[in-house]
């Protein structure tokens, strides 16, 4: 048997609740809870394959891995983190683990939506400030109808096809901007430009991959273009949206809300000022962490190192 090292297990099995059963009659298998970057040599040293999650595998330290690293797997669907190109010149395989958590994604960008609607923080808020005014006079914040709101979702992958079920099934009309265009044979979902989805959506929610082409696609000039009752939400990558002038967009209220499971550098700094603002929901990169959706995470990790070994490697990214 092969063997391989997990660098950094315990970013998908924080709570021990994860069976690896499976992995472990494939390869022999080291777990690590996690891996300082002064210790990766030494860890990978001896091992065919490793797994990580998230954690920045760059040239100069690819460059230093032992010949006998034959695959690395990434631990989730987003594989930024690893320099392909340094991969692909010492013949390393880089797979990745595609729609894992596509439902669970779509479920909390929907969460997030349906909490824009009832205001659901602002009431929140209101009762832990001992403010009952929503109780004892009438009703204080906004509250809305989903259905007949238009929806943007940027991107056309697994995820956002479950966003645009979600969507569908509460009678919302869709705009998509892709470069990948698809049949959803509905009239009521439509491809068109960016900025055309920008001025015409209530919501916007993100769901493409952060590439070179989509860090900070979100910016200054693409946020004016939104109307100043609609609301942002990123479920995808931080750095897609340009932090700095989302701030500058929430304070003067250009656009009524945002909601954020991630952010430019993770984990959000304590003093940064998204958390400072009313009209800003935020979350800790939660979106994949469901128990199902990491086992099933496990599952799949599993099933490319199998197929790899079988000599038919699949979700193979470079």
Not at 35 to 41: A, K, P, R, V, W
Not at 52 to 64: A, C, F, N, Q, S
Not at 296 to 303: G, S
Not at 306 to 313: M, Q, R, T, V, Y
Request: with cysteine.
């Amino acid at each position: 048997m092969k063997n391989a090292v997990f660098l950094n297990a315990s970013k998908v099995d924080f709570d021990k609740q994860l069976n690896f059963d499976a992995l472990k009659k494939e390869v022999n298998i080291s777990l690590y809870d996690k891996t300082e970057t002064g210790d990766m040599l030494s860890r990978v040293k001896g091992q065919q394959i490793v797994i990580t999650k998230e954690i920045p595998v760059g040239r100069e330290l690819l460059e230093k891995f032992p010949s006998g690293v034959e695959l690395i797997c990434e631990a989730g669907t987003g594989y930024n983190n690893i320099d392909i190109k340094a991969a692909r010149e010492k013949n390393i395989t880089v797979c990745n683990i595609p729609s894992y958590s596509s439902n669970a994604v779509a479920q909390l960008a929907f969460s997030f939506i349906l909490s824009f609607c009832s205001s659901l923080p602002a009431q929140q808020t209101m009762i832990r400030e001992k403010n009952f005014d929503n109780f004892t006079k009438h009703l204080q914040v906004k509250h809305f109808e989903v259905s007949g709101k238009t929806l943007g979702v940027i991107g056309a992958g697994k995820i956002a096809g479950e966003v645009i079920k979600k969507a569908r099934a509460f009678d919302m009309k869709v705009l998509v901007y892709s470069r990948t265009r698809k049949d959803f044979k509905d009239e009521n979902i439509r491809f068109v430009s960016l900025e055309e989805l920008l001025r015409n959506s209530d919501f916007v929610t993100i769901h493409c991959p952060l590439t070179e082409d989509t860090r900070h696609l979100i910016d200054k000039e693409k946020l004016s273009w939104m109307k100043p009752a609609s609301y942002l939400i990123n479920t995808s990558r931080g750095a897609i949206i340009r932090e700095e002038d989302l701030v500058e967009a929430l304070t003067e209220k250009e656009i009524a809300g945002a909601a954020l499971d991630v952010v430019e550098r993770e984990p959000a700094s304590p003093d940064n000022p998204l958390f400072s603002l009313d009209n800003c929901i935020m979350t800790p990169h939660i979106g994949w962490q469901c128990l199902e959706t990491r086992q099933r995470l496990v599952d799949m990790l599993t099933d490319n190192i199998h197929a790899f070994l079988a000599g038919n490697p699949q979700n193979t990214v470079n």
